[in-house]
């Protein structure tokens, strides 16, 4: 098992950046593959990013690919989300997400095992 800890959501501007972090309660490199969701309100649970457990390669939703960059370090089992150019409509709760194997859909909630609480990210326009 994994706790997962998000932090660093908040209140910005349309056009301002923030960077999110999840700390994981273990090592996760080799381990998990490591994913960031968002929620609006009255929204399905929309993917974001991933970063893959071996190699650290990472792959984009297509609303936030250009704008959003996930990293990760590894010596504090954390990843982050760089979250620049932020517009009205990134607004909602931003998700850690940890999977042991992707089956078939990395972009699907139900691939993932464990959840932080989540972060609340608020764009004003």
């Known amino acids: 098992q994994v706790q997962l800890v998000e932090s660093g959501g908040g209140l910005v501007q349309a056009g301002g950046s923030l960077t999110l972090s999840c700390v994981a309660s273990r090592r996760t490199v080799g381990t998990y593959f490591m994913a960031w969701f968002r929620q609006a309100p009255g929204d399905e649970r929309e993917f974001v990013a991933l970063?893959?457990?071996?190699?650290?390669?990472?792959v984009y939703g297509d609303s936030v690919r250009g704008r959003f960059t996930m990293s990760r370090d590894s010596a504090k089992n954390t990843v982050f989300l760089q979250m620049n150019n932020l517009k009205p409509e990134d607004t909602g709760v931003y998700y850690c997400a940890a999977a042991t194997q992707i089956r078939r859909d990395y972009s699907n909630s139900n691939e993932y095992d464990y959840w932080g609480q989540g972060t609340q990210v608020t764009v004003s326009s």
């Open positions: 970063i893959s457990r071996s190699d650290g390669s990472t």
